[in-house]
């Protein structure tokens, strides 16, 4: 079984340094879980926990002891803080080291184990009772014990003369403090934590003792009110009650498991320094009351809660800024998936709708062709005329779906008598009506004084909406209108919500390009003045 004790708060490592007896070696490996040299090292340092049992051995983890870690000052892990307890709840850091070494470690064993060995208590110390020749022991085995004893003195007198020079030699130092008034002794105290002697050199005091010290307390009053209050708040009520900083009369002593370190709200945590005034109970140089000091505590822990408070708050604030923006951009990569979505649907209902179009188209005009043979048959030449024209008209449509998208001069001159031939035999001024649209639409389109795009300005687009009712009655409604216009240079287009609710070809014309994209600026200028040509000598007839 480990002897390592694993602590989660300076509570924990003041209550455990307080079992210790003055002098004893202790160690504490500070290690966290994700630490790959501290796994490797876990086995040793246990094992060598169990070879040497009168060196306290303490594990500190990251997760689980983060003030302990933080308030140790650790860079790194593992780190190894060796020592020996200097009285009540502090202990003297002899030296720390860092990774995973373990010759360090078990050197650093081996020189804990001499000082505690050294630092024990003498167990012949005491009155003993001799077992007389009865007992089975010689003169030799008494000489043996005594020796053992006088041993055990000398090493026990050279600690305890070790242990006054410092002190000794750092009040010589310092200016002999004002005697201050004999306080009355109290009857048959009870046992108390041992009071430890000012640091010296590198001491570490736990952060609660150092906080009262900080407040004008000496350290053997501050090690005992830590003991006894359990907390910085209780500390300062029990010196509040006690002025001389001693227990009272047949108090209990503080178990060594209730800890004496508190959360450590009122410290600074570092331990690094230590300024004695000179007092040995309640009283400092500082010139404060208890209640003064109270308060002072209070107001350090109000202004620590209220630091952690805003910290909170700025946190919270950058979680919910960093959630909204999350939020805004996923919002708008779905807006941009379903727009992407809703552009490839529109595209495939259109050409849908154009296919059906076509399909739509190409069955008139077998319907026209039908009724056009039994006119043939039947002998009505008015109705073949006018059925003729009707054919033209769908097969301009039926060219313009199929056009292989080459400008071919002599086509589309051929395209421009057929329509004005179609144009030229409708009874009436329909015909009239609808080449004098055409060449108004084809001047205005070339002419740049009106808007349009001029011979030399190359391919401009202008849209002439098919719906307009004018338009309707002039040309696109009229058989020969609508080639007539292509065959001028416009190229048209048609409109698939047009034609997916069954409107007819001749009707569903959305817009006439000119300068279409078969076409050059040149061609189609071409092609203008030749329609213009065409119309006006049409129109003199």
Known sequence: MSAVREVTSMQELEAAVGSCHDGQGLIICCSASWCGPCKAIKPEFEALSARHPDVLCLRAMDDTGPDVVAAMKIRGFPTFIAGTKSGGATFTETHRFSGADRSKLESTFAS??????????????GAGRSLGALGGGGGGA????????????????????????????????????????????????????????????????FPNVQALVDMGFGVEAASLAIGYGGSLEGALDWLEARPDGKPLPGEAAPDAGDGAGGDGDGGDGDGDGYEDDGAEGGGGASGLSLAERKARVQRLIAEKKAAKAAEEKEAAKARELARREAGQRAAEAEAARAAAAKEVERRERQRDAQAAAKRKLIARLQ?????????????????????????????????????????DPAAWQARLERAMGVLSKLDGERGRTAMATVKALVSNAMDPAKGGAGEEAGAKFRRVKADKPALRSRVTDVPGGRPLLMAAGWAAEFSAEAEAAGVSGAAAVDAFVFGGAPLTAEQAARLGRAAIEAIDAALAK
């Open 112 to 125: 804990l184990a001499a000082a505690s060995a050294a630092s024990a208590p003498d167990p012949f110390s």
């Open 142 to 205: 008494k000489a043996d014990m005594k020796a053992a004893r006088l041993a055990a003195m000398e090493r026990r007198r050279a600690a305890d003369a070790a242990a006054r020079e410092a002190p000794a030699a750092a009040a010589a130092a310092a200016p002999a403090p004002a005697p201050a008034a004999p306080a009355p002794a109290p009857a048959a105290p009870a046992p108390a934590p041992a009071a430890p002697a000012p640091p010296a050199g590198g001491e570490r005091l």
């Open 367 to 407: 319907v026209v062709q039908d009724q056009l043979e039994r006119a043939k048959a039947s002998g009505h030449a008015d109705k073949v005329a006018e059925l003729e024209a009707k054919i033209a008209a769908l097969q301009g449509g039926h060219e313009h779906h199929a056009a292989s998208g080459k400008f």
